[in-house]
């Protein structure tokens, strides 16, 4: 089985997709921008298709970036996956950074992504039990027993997110809805002033 699809990903400052059919990787582009993703990410994913020759109605799956990263940017893309996938009745499904970065690497690995103020978000792929990802900081060189997977820019990871996402489908996985993934918590801090009274 060799699935048509297009993986797409907003989780930092960009906009960033990649088509996928027979095997092959037809098209990526990526875009930089600081905000507006969620004006432009549909746009930009017609451009891509377009670019690639093919149809909505074409494709067999999708594939989201589901993090870690940019709150809003990775709600932008999840919420057009899950749209996406329901106009289309396909699967869409959530690939993380941490996972594409280790594409193809011998497992377990450590692979790690940047998260700000001196910290990096981590995960050790492959090991038994799975373990979920958490923060470190970059100094302390979290597993230094593993190999570690090279820390990648995101948007250049969608090439990356759709093999992984052919090659679930092909050993017959059927996902849920991809979810956000979110490692620490946000950054905004809650109102100053109290919650309305609601009278009954």
Known sequence: MHPKLIAFDTSAAHCAAAVLADGAILVERREAMARGQAERLMPFLEEVMAEAAMEWRDLDALAVGVGPGNFTGIRIAVSAARGLALGL????IGVSTLEAQAEGMARPCLSLAEARRGMVYAQVLGAEGDP?????DDAA???PDLPRA???DPATLTPAMARIAAARLAGGMRPGRPAPLYVRAADA???RDPAPLILP
Do not use: E, K, T, Y
Request: hydrophobic share 55%; no cysteine; charged share 0%.
């Open 89 to 92: 009745a396909v699967p869409a």
């Open 132 to 136: 979920a990802p958490f923060i470190a």
């Open 141 to 143: 060189s979290p597993h």
């Open 150 to 152: 090279p820390m990648a």
């Open 189 to 191: 801090a809650p109102p």
